[in-house]
């Protein structure tokens, strides 16, 4: 027998968690499938090298309205990494050290110039795509436009090194309007877009934002379900998972990031935008990295550039007799977060006094369930795809970090996209009652 719901949610990471959320408060009756054994999805608590390390999503800040509101509403406890007292970066092949502030000084002018045009290209972060001629300066990667401004070369490699922290991609990859995006959602300010994205994580990690939402949620909760195949029509839509169970359902929310949702067998198939969207994926294409050093060390901060398989590496954790870093590398194909004697390389490009004692992370890049780290997007992609990512397809809808509006591609992201599909869905169905 076929089963029933009013809505089945495909995908249990966070925009599929607040989708059920708001869509079970207002008596919904909702059946979230999420293929991996967990929910969260990429976001991810592990008990790893000694502490609780976040696999995936971590930082957020009260300038992020919607992660933020989850931080006030679950009286969630925010912390953060030791402040650094020294920072290496590179000149040539020179290495350079003194305070964090004289590396925020070396890159202040080519962040000031690059970004110039922030407010210009994208006055309203809520509606990214709207400014007139924008799709002229959308065909730019960020690394045209570092090109551009002709640094000096301490300079540059240390910009390229702060963008890829950020972008966990190659930055020929990444459009130029994503570092506008971010840039403006603070406002045009970089240093405090920089603070937004990379200090403050929640004490109890993203494990205690996941479990908050789930104690609060009325819905049927199913890991392991991957779905296979959705057939919808004007009145409804039915699922199929791997185990070729039936769900048919009034709405279907598929939450599947970029790079997964074209890969789905979806019946009518989905519009050309999205499955070009997803056909090309994302730019991402990174790594992230947690290293266990003997200690004590004091808390540094290291930038390196875009050439190097691990472009920045900084101190998270600070113990009496180790200490965990916390690095990012803008190509996951160059090296593996579970390849010691490769990480142990990298970090001798700052520093050879370090011992590495392990090192770990996930692969979001061979994940079959992600196939992508956050968002970036490639140049074209805000002019081409963003709205049309979030049009809903018959009684279809799309929540995804990955089609937010303001801050794609973040936990805030996420939450924003479930909190507005909820609201068509139950507009909707208000309507039809
Ligand atoms: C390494 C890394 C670092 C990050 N750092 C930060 C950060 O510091 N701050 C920040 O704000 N954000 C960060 N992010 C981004 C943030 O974690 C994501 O944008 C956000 O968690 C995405 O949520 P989502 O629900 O849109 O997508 P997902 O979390 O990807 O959820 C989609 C879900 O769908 C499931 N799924 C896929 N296919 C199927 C199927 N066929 N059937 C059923 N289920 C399926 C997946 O398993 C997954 O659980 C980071 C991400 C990564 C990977």
């Known amino acids: 027998m076929t089963e029933k719901a009013d809505v ?6 966070i925009a599929g968690l607040i989708t059920a959320r708001e869509l079970g408060r207002q008596g919904v009756r909702v059946v979230v499938l999420e293929a991996r054994d967990r929910l969260g999805g990429r976001v991810w608590t592990d008990h790893r090298l000694g502490r609780d390390l976040e696999l995936g999503g ?6 992020q309205p919607h992660a933020w509101a989850e931080v006030t509403r679950y009286g969630l406890e925010v912390t953060r990494g030791p402040r650094p007292e020294e920072a290496y970066w590179l000149a040539g092949d020179e290495v350079r050290s003194g305070t964090l502030d004289a590396f925020m000084e070396l890159i202040d002018p080519g962040m000031r110039r690059l970004l110039d045009g922030t407010m210009r290209w994208i006055p309203r972060p809520d509606a990214p795509a709207a400014a007139p001629g924008l799709a002229s300066v959308d065909g730019f990667s960020v690394q045209d436009k570092l090109d551009e401004l002709d640094l000096p070369v301490e300079e540059y490699r240390a910009n390229e090194a702060a963008w890829v922290g950020h972008f966990n991609a190659p930055l020929q990859d990444g459009a130029f309007t994503s570092a506008l995006r971010w840039t403006a959602a603070t406002g045009g300010s970089w240093h405090l877009m920089h603070e937004a994205s990379a200090v403050f994580r929640l004490a109890a990690g993203t494990r205690s934002l996941v479990e908050a939402i789930v104690a609060d949620t009325r819905a049927d909760f199913r890991t392991s379900t991957e779905v296979r195949h959705v057939e919808h ?7 199929t998972t791997a185990a070729g169970e039936r769900i048919e359902a009034g709405r279907v929310v598929l939450t599947l990031p970029q790079n997964l949702l074209g890969g789905l067998a979806v019946e009518p198939e989905l519009s050309a935008g999205k499955r070009a969207a997803s056909e090309e994926g994302t730019a991402s294409r990174g790594v992230k990295i947690w290293i266990r050093v003997r200690g004590p060390i004091a808390p540094f901060f290291a930038y390196s550039s875009a050439a190097h398989p691990l472009s920045v590496a900084r101190t998270e954790y600070v113990g009496d007799d180790d200490a965990v870093l916390v690095s990012f590398g803008a190509d996951s194909r160059r090296i593996s977060p579970h390849d010691i004697d490769a990480v142990r390389e990298a970090l001798r490009v700052w520093r050879d006094d370090l011992e590495v004692l392990e090192v770990t992370g996930h692969d979001w890049m061979a994940d079959p369930r992600s196939r992508e780290t956050w ?3 490639r140049p074209h992609q805000l002019t081409r795809y963003s709205e049309e990512q979030r049009r809903p397809e018959g009684v279809l809808h799309f929540a995804s970090s990955d089609n937010a509006t303001v801050w794609a591609g973040f936990i805030d992201g996420a939450i924003e996209s479930g909190l507005r599909v909820a609201r068509e869905i139950g507009a909707d169905l208000g309507a039809a009652r």
């Open 8 to 13: 089945v949610v495909v995908g249990g990471g």
């Open 375 to 377: 968002l970036m997007q």
């Open 58 to 63: 971590t930082w957020l800040h009260w300038v």
């Open 233 to 239: 029509h004007p009145d409804g839509a039915v699922v």
